[in-house]
């Protein structure tokens, strides 16, 4: 049937048993409707795609619009058209919840346990609560990343973190077919400045941090003490020895055989134990399957809180655990010990990585200076005194 779309000729169009009916515009070309045979009436358009095949997009039913608001949606539709869009796709487009879940299920099946854990808190704490799980990834702009990682600027790594994220997943939804290759909208935002912390114990500082220690296990506060103890000798990951359990422990090669777990940001990797390591081992009781239990036989819990009174007593304030990594890699360095062999030792698979380890205390860096400097002065003959004037 072919006849203006109007509301006399909508209601003309009735249903037959076992077919859909069809009344096509005589005034614009595409805008259709289609009658069900249960009676229920569609707007549609039909509209050629790039590649030259024909698509139909349904705008809505009859009961909801007009005609007049139907045909202005379907000179839209069929201008995109003929700006190379497809309607039909765009509509279908998944939005960022969707994008989040394939993410998280094919993405982070290659990463560790630890980085997806970290991923999900992203999605699911910041970026989808800030630019929203029902935007359709089509419709995401440069706008919205900007405004979710300047939305997070209190804490600039955390935003910076999150635009990585954002970034792999647009980079994946071109790969996926879910927009244009190079539409990628995380291009151009500008990440966050990032102060990285380099502080390293001075030997006076170890020492006092080995006189509290001691004071920590006369209290009985045995775990504590000693994963401060094993963090100093090994150079581990504070994770590492917190979840360390006995069987990972190979007592005859010397080695703590860490597996890929949650919780361990490492890959799994060996970490060979000096004699004073295993000497602290082989003291410990085997009350439970960690090395450190907490009270209750799990891991050792509270660890960050304690950390704070113990720094605070022998007057190391703002002094992380992890920089107890960093003092090793500086030891490592100050001990005459290859990049690569620090590398190995703090279990880093890029050297770059370990160069930010490798910073020796102020004591260090003076001693060398004035030991280059006289070495200076022997060469060139002495130090010339400066005439009087």
Not at 31 to 40: E, H, K, T
Not at 235 to 253: I, M, N, P, S, V
Not at 346 to 366: C, F, M, P, V
């Amino acid at each position: 049937m072919r006849a203006k779309i109007t509301r006399r000729s909508i209601t003309a169009l009735q249903p037959e048993p076992g077919r859909q009916t069809w009344l096509y515009d005589t005034e614009l070309r595409g805008f259709m409707v289609l009658c069900q045979a249960s009676g229920r009436k569609s707007y549609v358009v039909r509209y050629k795609t790039a590649g030259g095949s024909w698509a139909k997009l349904t705008i809505g039913p009859v009961a909801e619009l007009n005609h007049d608001q139907a045909r202005e949606r379907a000179r839209d539709v069929l201008a995109a058209s003929r700006r190379g869009e497809d309607p039909a796709r765009d509509r279908r487009s998944p939005t960022l919840q969707q994008l989040r879940d394939r993410f998280m299920a094919e993405h982070c099946a290659r990463v560790r346990p630890g980085t997806a854990r970290n991923y999900r808190i992203l999605w699911d704490r910041h970026i989808l609560p800030r630019m929203g799980a029902a935007l359709r990834v089509l419709d995401v702009q440069r706008r919205h990343v900007a405004q979710l990682h300047d939305g997070m600027r209190e804490t600039p790594i955390n935003a910076n973190r999150a635009l990585e994220v954002v970034s792999k997943a647009f980079d994946l939804a071109e790969i996926w077919g879910w927009r244009d290759e190079g539409t990628n909208p995380c291009r151009h935002v500008q990440a966050f400045g990032e102060a990285h912390r380099q502080t390293t114990l001075t030997d006076d500082q170890v020492a006092r941090l080995s006189a509290e220690l001691d004071r920590l296990e006369h209290d009985q506060a045995v775990p504590m003490a000693q994963l401060i103890r094993l963090l100093l000798l090994t150079g581990c990951r504070t994770g590492e020895w917190r979840l360390a359990r006995w069987d990972w422990l190979d007592r005859d090669r010397g080695v703590l055989r860490v597996p890929e777990v949650e919780g361990v940001k490492t890959a799994a990797r060996d970490v060979y134990l000096p004699a004073a390591a295993i000497e602290i081992l082989d003291q410990l009781p085997r009350t439970s399957v960690y090395i450190l239990p907490g009270v209750t036989g799990g891991p050792i819990g509270g660890h960050q809180k304690i950390w704070r009174r113990i720094r605070s007593a022998c007057g190391l304030d703002g002094v992380r655990l992890h920089d107890l990594r960093h003092t090793v890699g500086s030891l490592g360095d100050r001990s005459g010990l290859s990049q690569r062999q620090i590398a190995d030792l703090l279990g880093h698979k890029q050297l770059s990585t370990t160069a930010r380890y490798i910073n020796s205390a102020d004591e260090h860096k003076r001693a060398t200076a004035d030991a280059w400097g006289a070495q200076i002065v022997q060469l060139t003959g002495g130090q010339k005194k400066r005439a009087a004037p």
